[in-house]
């Protein structure tokens, strides 16, 4: 009589990842027994919610299965894969993080700047600028691609340009000039 699922002690060590050549993740797990019918690869950007990105069939002769994340986000990428067996159960790997450089791709310009600054981002983030006192002068959300900010209120001096991207919860702090 087959076992209801396999023994899974070890499945906290299955996955496996590491990044090639800065723009793909490689992953590969262990097949803990042949009563796996599939897997499915899920990614989050902050270890909490995760989107399944792919789904294998068990092959049968296999004890180790690879997978290639040809298009990972820039920044963190937290994996685990879910073991799917024929009887319904399913178990998860523990999630495994790898770090795409680019974490935030953000520009902004000219500095100094005298009325409005352009902005790009490649996603959607959370621009703060803070005085010299810690006090935040200018909070607004903008969307992914080039954007302007109108700073013409600020005083002149140094501030704090502090970025947050939600996507990958990662903070970029840049020094802004006002003229």
Known sequence: ME?????????NDALNIFVRDNSRIFLSWKVLSNQNEYFSIERSC????????????QLASSDKVEW????????????????SFHNGVQWYTRPV??????????K???????????????QPIDITIIDGTGKP???QTLQSGPQTLNVSTLEKGVYLLRVYNRQTNNYLQERLVKN
């Open 137 to 139: 002068r200018i909070t």
């Open 108 to 122: 902004f310009y000219p500095n100094p700047a005298d009325e409005m600054i352009i902005i790009r981002s490649e």
């Open 46 to 57: 902050n270890g909490k919610d995760f989107e399944t990105i792919a789904v294998i069939k």
């Open 3 to 11: 076992s209801a699922v396999p023994d899974t002690s070890s499945i």
């Open 97 to 106: 993080a790898a770090v795409v450089s680019g974490a935030q791709s953000f």
């Open 68 to 83: 290639v994340d040809e298009q990972p986000v820039k920044g963190k990428n937290v994996y685990r894969v879910r073991y």
